[in-house]
Structures are given as C-alpha cells and as structure tokens.
C-alpha cells in the first residue's frame, strides 16, 4: 500500500510528509492520502497545527502530467479535479503550514496556497508553469494567487510560467516566513507560533484586498495579453489565463473557479496541449538511450579546455563558465584571443546591463576563463572541445596532437556541425573516448547539444556527455554519425526547398512571414543571413557531392556569395540591413532572383503562403523518417526535441514529428507524392513515412514500437 501521504507528530504539531518519488507529483491516491492524514490530525484533540511537507529532493511538483496526457488525449477518466482537497485543506480548523523545499509548481502551489500559511527554504522554486504544457492552472490557482500577490504578479507567473525564488515570494507575500537551515524545525515553530496566537486560520479565499477592481484591474489584463501574444506567439493558455484571473477580480470565489475550470478544459482538450505535453515527455525520454543503462559509470567533468575563441568556442567557454567549471581557452594568435575574449565580456556586460546577473557573477564567471596560446595544461583536462574552423585536414592535425597531450580518462569532443566524427577519431589511439558535442549559436543561450555518437564512442562516454549537457543546462540529444547529423541534415533540404520557392514566384520576406505565422521562431532567409550566406554557401558546397545527378539545385545563393551579400555581418543578404541590424526587403534581391529563374527558363507563378509551410515543413518531415529508418535518430520524439530546442520550431506544434502525425500522415505523404510529381524525385516518400501512412499509423506509435523492442532486446543482454 502506497504511503503517500505519511502523518506523524511532534508533541502538539501534526507533520504530513508527501511521498511520491520522484517529484511527489499529485498522482492518483496522493490527493487523497492527503485528505486522509489532514482528517485524522483535525480529530486528534493534542494536535494544534498541522505543517505539510514534501519527501526527498522537493516539495509537490504538480498534477501529474502522465494523468494530464490521458486527459488530453481523451482517453482516462478526464482531468483531475482537486476541488475536494483544496477544500479539505482550506476548511481545516488548526492552522495548516506548507513548508516549501525544492519546487512547489502548478498543482503543487495550488495546494500550498490552500493552505493557511507558507514558509520556505530560501532556495526553494515556486511557480505556475501550465501555459507550457498549453494548459492554464486548474486547482484554484488562479483564483487564490491574485489574492496573495496581487493581480499584476499573478498575470506574470501565470503568463510567463517561470518560477521565482522563494525570497521574491516573500516579497509577493506568497509565503510567510523564510527558514534558513532546518525547514521542518523552523516550519514546526512557525506553526506553533500560529496556533499561540489562536483564532480562526486565515483563509485564502476570503482575501480580498489585493484584487482591486475591474476597473482598476483593466490596464493589467490588456498588458497581461499583450505579453501573452509578445512573449507566446500563437498560445492559447497564456490569454486564457489572463481570462481566469479576470474572473478572480469580478467574480465571488467559487464562481471564479467555475470559470477557471471550463478555461482550464477548454486548453486541456486542445492540440496546442496534446503538442506540449508530448514536448515535455520528448525532453525527458532523450537521455534515455537503450543500450547505455542509467547506471553507466561517467568521467566526472570538472575542467574543460577548448580549442578556438570564435563565435563557437566563446559561447561553449561562456556556457561551461555559467555552470561553474574553469576552461582553458586555447586560440593560434593573439588577436584572435583578443577578438574571442572581448565578445565574452561584451555578453556578459549586456547581461548584467539587463539585469540577469550582477558584476560580482560576471566577474566570477570571467575568471573562469584562461584565455592562452599554447597546450599547457591541457593534460590536466576532463574535456577537451575543438571548435575550430569547418576543415576535416585542420581537425585532423588537431585531434593528432590533443592524443599526444590529453590524459587517458579525457573526453576528445568535436564541435564540428556536419563533419564525420569517425574519420577525426580515426587519426587518434583512442578513438573511444572521442564524440561530437554539437553546440549551437550562441553556444551559452541555445539549449540543444547534438550528442554525436561515432562507430567507436565507448557507452561511458556517450553517457558523460550527456551528464555533461545536464550539468550546462542543455538538452542533450543522442543522434548517429551521418552528414549534418540530425538537424542540419533535415536544415539542408528545408534551405533548399525555400531558395526553390522564391525561385518560382515568392520573395524571402513572403516565404519568412509563412514561417513565421506557422510559429517558427525566425524565418529561414533571416536565419540565413543572421548565420552568415558565406557559411550556407559552403555547407552547400560541402554537401553538392550528395545530391543525385541531375538534381536541381538552389541557383540564387550561390550569385549572393559571389556579391559578397553575406547577410547581417555585410549589412545585406537576402534582406538590407540597418546599423541596427533591423531588416528591409530588398528590390535589388528581387530582380536578381527574377533573373536568375528567366535565364535558367524557370515559370513563376503566385504561390500561397499553405504551399509555403508545406513545402518547408513536409521535405524536413521527409529527410526525418529517412534518418530514423537509417537509425540515425533513436526516436522521432528525439527529432521533435532537437527542432524546439535548437532550431525555433513553435512549441505549441510539438515538433515536425508530432506536427506531421497532427495533420495525419497519410495526408503528408499524399501531399509529399503530389510535391513528387511537380519538382521531381527529391520529393520521393521515405519507405517509413509510406509504411506508418498505408498502415494508418503515426510516428508516435513507432517509437512506442520500438522503444518497446529495444527495451526488451537490452533486457535480454
Ligand atoms: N508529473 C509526472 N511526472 C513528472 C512531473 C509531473 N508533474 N514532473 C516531473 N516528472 C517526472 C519526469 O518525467 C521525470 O521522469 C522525473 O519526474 C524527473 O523529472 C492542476 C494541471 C520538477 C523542475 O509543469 O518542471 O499542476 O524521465 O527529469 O530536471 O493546475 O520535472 O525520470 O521517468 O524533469 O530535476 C505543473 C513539471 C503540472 C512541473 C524537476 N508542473 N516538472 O526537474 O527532473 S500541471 C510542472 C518539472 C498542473 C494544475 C496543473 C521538472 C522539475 P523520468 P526531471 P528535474
């Protein structure tokens, strides 16, 4: 029998201690082992107050999100309803303290502030992050927090989803006490303190004076939605939110829930939620790799030496120095050193300009960094990253000489974005301790780490690289050592397929602005140009010797590279630039593209912006059933992870994957036959997206497939 929710006492202060490994998430029979235990302290005549708290790492973590992907996907008894032990707890006569440790997030501060008093350790995360998982709170949080910490701060927490730390809460008046040391001693006096002081507890729902009016409130709520449509572009939960805490203000309490729960099932049956959750699992499942168990030993990374101070190595060298690990920063002259370490300090500035940190952390973190010219101590590194130049000779010389200096237990990583990581291992004696870690621009912001595993990368390996992601903050996603990987490697036909659009009657801006209102972060033309055409150029030509004979090849960028149009960095590209790097169309770009398609006898014609999105999105979605049935991708879930966490694919579309098995795949791969028929055999369906569209399946039921299979093959190992 599952003890939830375990009740022992100190004298005269009942203790509830939540227990459901791992983040004592509300899942079923936890609500009501806590209603069972707050039963049996409110009959016992010695018990004066009652204090909650979580077991293990945190206090409680939310509903559970398995129960919530039911809930979604209509299937299971529907949403949770914690109506009852909300008011269980709210109607208890002692005084009940919630003592916060850990995180106290979504349903999981919805129960604390049904509780009459909080109190939290200092570094304790507290917070209401529903909107991303596309849902709004569901258990009364939008109705209580305004209550506590005014309208203005709900809409905020609410909006932007992200935690705060327990001192803002205090600060909110969200929690009552700060406990430094001990939090059960110093939630136990607390409580006692209260039960001295006598009288009915105080009960959230019954403080009113923090939510003004709906006069008063209007301007809140219109900014409130203004940042919901600023900062969550295209999201349903975040203006729904702003509805419900509206409701909080012209509303009575319980009429406020009502509300609150038809928004809540309005987001809860909707695809944006169905997209998120699975993006939420997606981003857990990665780290999972069949063969490498979750007790695979790992070489404990403490110091890090890179190999080039240019745009990659500064930001990987910024992101290990955020995470607290010194680096040796290693470049051939000193002017590059230079070059590389003023634009590390000139980022930092601008954080600490914006506010995200102080000097005294800046400063911190830049001591971290040993810029030099030469290998010395280099043998003393757990990790060694090369982020030189794109050139398999130079990387070659490279790798030859850190195998003559590295210490035997050192990690030799590449960061290399397209180049084959067995032909650079090949040229050292231990080809097992040598991976890709493929960061992305700028390598301290982007989340996403391409984990490259090579034909000889030894399991402890691929498994400290992928400690080593969490450690840096970043998702680390396991992919096979083919060309591009797995990102760029769908990239490629995504930037070709536009350069055909625009060669057949749409302009760059038209193509970015279909993109854009699909959700993706950035258009590809302005990706391109940000990027740098000379780079796109020479990827391009890196790749030329795989395209079929004969194929067609995008023919305006090559003449933008040759005038020298090389985007933000030239002032111009497929857009004009201003000083501040703010975009134009450029009517220049336009006719070159006009006379570029007439001398190659293109026809244009008026292309809308559905064929726009089709296109761009179906050839990615192509190129990924390709690489899974290669085996270059574990999951497609793993391809959805690395598009939303490395290449701006809207959230609330779960991934291309995903998206594809939204729209259907036999609708994909029809209209991908028809793309076949118009442009040629690049557009030919991949067996595995016509097998899962003629069998009526989806690529999330290959990956439960073959999650399964493998699973079952490790367990015979
Ligand atoms: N439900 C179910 N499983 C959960 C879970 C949850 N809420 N949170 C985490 N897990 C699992 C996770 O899948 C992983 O499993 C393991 O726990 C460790 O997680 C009514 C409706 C708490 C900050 O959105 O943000 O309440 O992979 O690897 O990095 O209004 O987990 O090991 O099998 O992430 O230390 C609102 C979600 C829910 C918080 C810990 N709550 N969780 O991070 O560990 S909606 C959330 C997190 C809600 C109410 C509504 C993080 C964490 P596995 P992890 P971590």
Redesign the pocket.
């Known amino acids: 029998m599952n003890n939830f929710a375990d009740l022992t006492t100190q004298n005269d202060v009942a203790i509830i201690t939540i227990n459901n490994p791992?983040?004592n998430?509300?899942?079923p029979g936890v609500p009501q082992a806590l209603v069972a235990a707050l039963a049996t302290a409110e009959k016992d005549p010695a018990v004066r107050a009652i204090v909650v708290i979580g077991g293990g790492?945190?206090f409680i973590?939310?509903?559970?999100?398995?129960?919530?992907e039911l809930a979604a996907s209509g299937r299971g008894s529907g949403?949770?309803d914690?109506h009852r032990i909300l008011a269980s707890i709210e109607d208890t006569s002692k005084p009940v303290v919630m003592a916060i440790h850990?995180?106290a997030?979504?349903?999981?501060n919805?129960v604390a502030m049904a509780g009459h008093y909080r109190v939290a350790a200092p570094g304790a995360?507290i917070g209401?992050?529903?909107v991303?998982?596309g849902?709004?709170?569901?258990?009364e949080?939008t109705q209580r927090l305004p209550r506590l910490v005014g309208v203005a701060a709900a809409v905020d927490l609410c909006v932007s989803g992200k935690?705060i730390r327990a001192p803002e809460a205090l600060k909110l008046g969200l929690i009552d006490r700060l406990i430094e040391g001990d939090l059960l001693a110093g939630a136990v006096a607390f409580a006692r303190e209260i039960a001295d002081r006598g009288g009915a507890p105080r009960k959230t729902r019954e403080l009113n004076d923090k939510l003004g009016s709906e006069f008063v409130d209007a301007s809140i709520f219109s900014a409130g939605r203004d940042q919901a449509r600023k900062t969550r572009r295209n999201m349903l939960a975040p203006l729904k939110a702003v509805d419900a805490i509206e409701a909080a203000v012209n509303l009575p309490f319980d009429e406020g829930c009502k509300r609150e729960r038809e928004l809540?099932e309005e987001c809860?049956a909707s695809d944006q939620a169905r997209a998120l959750i699975h993006a939420?699992?997606a981003?857990?499942?990665v780290?999972?790799i069949p063969d490498i168990p979750k007790d695979t030993a790992v070489y404990n990374i403490r110091q890090v030496a890179i190999i080039g101070a240019g745009t990659m190595g500064g930001g990987i060298a910024m992101a290990c120095a955020n995470a607290g690990l010194p680096v040796l920063l290693k470049e051939v002259e000193q002017a590059a050193l230079d070059r590389g370490l003023a634009t590390i300090r000139k980022n930092y500035e601008n954080s600490v300009k914006k506010g995200r940190f102080s000097q005294e952390i800046m400063d911190q973190r830049m001591a971290l960094i040993h810029p030099q010219l030469t290998y010395d101590g280099f043998d003393q590194a757990d990790a060694i990253i090369e982020a030189a130049f794109e050139s398999m000779e130079l990387k070659k010389r490279i790798f030859g000489e850190i195998d003559k200096i590295a210490k035997p237990d050192c990690v030799l990583a590449s960061n290399t974005s397209s180049l084959d990581i067995d032909q650079i291992a090949a040229v050292t004696s231990r080809p097992g301790m040598v991976i890709g870690l493929h960061f992305f621009s700028p390598a301290n912001v982007m989340r996403l780490l391409e984990i490259v595993r090579g034909k000889a990368t030894g399991k402890e390996v691929v498994a400290t690289a992928l400690a080593f992601a969490?450690k840096l903050g970043k998702v680390g996603v396991v992919v096979g050592n083919c060309p591009g990987f797995v990102g760029n490697r769908m990239l490629l036909p995504y930037m070709r397929e536009a350069q055909f659009l625009v060669e057949e009657g749409a302009t760059p801006e038209q193509v970015d602005r279909a993109l854009t209102n699909f959700g993706m972060a950035m258009g590809i033309f302005a990706v391109d140009d940000m990027a740098g055409v000379d780079v796109g150029y020479r990827v391009h030509q890196e790749y030329k010797h795989l395209e079929k004979p004969g194929a067609r090849l995008p023919l305006v960028l090559e003449k933008l590279f040759h005038l020298g149009r090389y985007g933000q960095k030239t002032g111009a590209g497929w857009y004009r630039y201003d000083e501040n790097r703010k975009p134009t169309a450029d009517p220049e770009v336009h006719a070159l593209i006009e006379k570029t398609a007439r001398e190659a006898g293109i026809e244009r014609r008026a292309i809308t912006d559905d064929e726009i999105v089709e296109r761009s999105m179906y050839v990615m979605i192509n190129e990924a059933a390709k690489i899974l049935e290669e085996g270059y991708a574990l999951r497609a879930a793993d391809v959805d992870v690395v598009y939303l966490t490395g290449y701006g694919f809207p959230a609330h579309r779960g991934g291309p994957m995903w998206f594809a098995d939204t729209v259907g795949l036999k609708k994909v791969r029809d209209r991908i036959a028809e793309f076949q028929a118009q442009h040629g055999d690049a557009w030919k369906p991949a067996p595995l997206l016509d097998k899962l569209a003629d069998q009526g399946e989806t690529f999330a039921s290959w990956d439960a497939q073959h999650d399964a299979a493998r699973e079952q093959a490790a367990a015979m190992v």
């Open positions: 791992p983040v998430a509300l899942s790492r945190t973590a939310g509903a559970d999100i398995k129960e919530l949403p949770p914690f850990g995180t997030l979504g349903g999981g919805e995360q209401q992050p529903e991303n998982l849902i709004i709170p569901g258990a949080g935690p809540f809860i939420f699992f981003e857990r499942a780290a999972k969490k």
